[in-house]
């Protein structure tokens, strides 16, 4: 038995990752829309309820007007978009957030693909508050560098256009008001909004995110050791999660925006300083990987019932 799958905005930038994954598995068939039709919404509409399961690869409004042309009670629906990461009667497709999470997530019609920041954010946060190492009223930050394709063809045109790239960095979301702060707060199990500083590199592809915390400050100042266990029982076996030996990050001089490179893979980090109290995590992932492509087919996987790395880069 084939499943059969439907991805609208299968020619952007994530859409074309997650091709690539699907290619050459005999268990998948694809539905594709010509040219001409791929935004007729009479052609999305009869391939949206052909499909036994969707993946959205559009802008929000977009998305949403895909979910409302479904009118059987049947087709799945992944969605890459942030349209319904907080909404009610959808999951929240990050598998590895707590236990009991994936099998919720295989049980579920409509699935939200996690935003690329909130991945790195909630792979180091959330055993943190759920090992209560973290307490849950902690006044929390983020730090970080994305890859442009981050963008999607927009930012892709401006950093590979013919005047050159912009700039080498540029911070951004400077209101405090990042459209993925709403996820990283409910998700993480914290009381208030973590203070998000996301910054853009001239790399293509590729992510570094950090939360720095004063152990120090902290009731019964935890310690890093402390920190890095809770993070390592949390994904022990993952085919998918890394947590770095301590003894091998404590080696480190420098981490890459680069690090996982073209992969799926998320790779966690603790550096820490005992004496002084304080550590900075850090995940390294692909925007385009774990950050949108790699996730969504790791939850078409799931859902269809299906070995949950086939077509995985890892
Ligand atoms: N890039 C990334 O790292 C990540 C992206 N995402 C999310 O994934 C979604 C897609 O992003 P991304 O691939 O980067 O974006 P792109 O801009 O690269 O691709 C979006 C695609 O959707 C098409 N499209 C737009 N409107 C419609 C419509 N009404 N009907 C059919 N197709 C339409 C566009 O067509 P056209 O080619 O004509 O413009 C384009 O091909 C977004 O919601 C984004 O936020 C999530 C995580 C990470
Ligand atoms: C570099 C860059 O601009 N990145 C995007 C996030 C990419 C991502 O995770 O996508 P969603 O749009 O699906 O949330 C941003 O910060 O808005």
């Given at each position: 038995m084939?499943?059969?799958?439907?991805?609208?905005?299968?020619v952007?930038?994530?859409g074309?990752?997650?091709?690539e994954?699907?290619?050459?598995?005999?268990e998948?068939?694809l539905?594709?829309?010509d040219e001409?039709?791929?935004?007729?919404?009479?052609?999305?509409?009869?391939?949206?309820n052909d499909a036994?399961?969707?993946i959205?690869c559009?802008?929000?409004?977009a998305a949403r007007?895909a979910?409302?042309?479904?009118?059987?009670?049947?087709?799945?629906v992944i969605?890459?978009?942030?349209?319904?990461?907080?909404?009610?009667?959808?999951?929240?497709?990050f598998?590895?957030?707590?236990?009991?999470h994936?099998?919720?997530?295989a049980?579920?019609?409509?699935?939200?693909n996690?935003?690329?920041?909130?991945t790195?954010?909630?792979?180091?946060?959330?055993?943190?508050?759920?090992?209560g190492?973290?307490?849950?009223?902690?006044?929390?930050?983020?730090?970080?560098?994305s890859?442009?394709?981050g963008?999607?063809?927009?930012?892709?045109?401006e950093?590979e256009?013919?005047?050159?790239?912009?700039?080498?960095?540029?911070?951004?979301g400077?209101?405090l008001?990042h459209?993925?702060?709403p996820?990283m707060?409910?998700?993480?199990g914290?009381?208030h909004?973590p203070i998000?500083a996301p910054a853009?590199?001239?790399?293509?592809?590729?992510?570094?995110a950090?939360?720095?915390?004063q152990?120090?400050?902290?009731p019964g100042?935890?310690?890093v050791?402390?920190?890095?266990?809770?993070l390592?029982a949390?994904?022990?076996?993952?085919p998918?999660?890394?947590?770095?030996?301590?003894?091998?990050?404590a080696?480190?001089t420098?981490?890459?925006?680069?690090?996982?490179?073209?992969t799926d893979?998320?790779?966690?980090?603790?550096?820490?300083n005992?004496?002084?109290?304080q550590?900075?995590?850090?995940a390294?992932?692909d925007?385009?990987g774990?950050g949108?492509?790699?996730?969504?087919?790791q939850?078409?996987?799931?859902?269809?019932?299906?070995?949950?790395?086939?077509g995985?880069?890892?």
């Amino acid at each position: 038995m084939t499943t059969h799958i439907f991805i609208d905005g299968g020619v952007g930038t994530t859409g074309l990752e997650i091709r690539e994954r699907l290619a050459g598995r005999p268990e998948l068939t694809l539905l594709t829309l010509d040219e001409k039709d791929r935004k007729d919404s009479r052609a999305r509409r009869d391939a949206l309820n052909d499909a036994d399961i969707v993946i959205l690869c559009l802008p929000d409004d977009a998305a949403r007007e895909a979910v409302a042309l479904i009118d059987n009670g049947r087709t799945r629906v992944i969605d890459a978009s942030t349209a319904h990461r907080v909404a009610d009667g959808w999951t929240y497709g990050f598998p590895e957030l707590e236990p009991g999470h994936r099998e919720k997530l295989a049980q579920s019609r409509f699935v939200a693909n996690p935003g690329c920041w909130p991945t790195g954010f909630l792979a180091l946060v959330r055993p943190l508050t759920l090992a209560g190492l973290l307490p849950r009223d902690w006044p929390v930050a983020m730090s970080g560098a994305s890859g442009y394709s981050g963008g999607g063809k927009s930012m892709i045109a401006e950093f590979e256009g013919a005047e050159g790239a912009p700039t080498a960095f540029r911070a951004y979301g400077l209101d405090l008001a990042h459209k993925h702060i709403p996820e990283m707060t409910r998700y993480s199990g914290l009381a208030h909004p973590p203070i998000f500083a996301p910054a853009v590199a001239n790399v293509h592809r590729g992510m570094v995110a950090e939360v720095p915390l004063q152990l120090r400050a902290m009731p019964g100042r935890p310690s890093v050791a402390a920190m890095h266990a809770a993070l390592t029982a949390a994904y022990a076996g993952s085919p998918i999660v890394t947590v770095v030996p301590l003894a091998e990050s404590a080696a480190m001089t420098h981490l890459r925006v680069e690090h996982v490179g073209a992969t799926d893979r998320l790779t966690l980090f603790v550096f820490g300083n005992e004496e002084s109290g304080q550590v900075r995590l850090a995940a390294a992932l692909d925007n385009l990987g774990k950050g949108a492509a790699g996730a969504a087919v790791q939850n078409l996987n799931i859902l269809a019932g299906l070995p949950e790395t086939s077509g995985l880069r890892l």
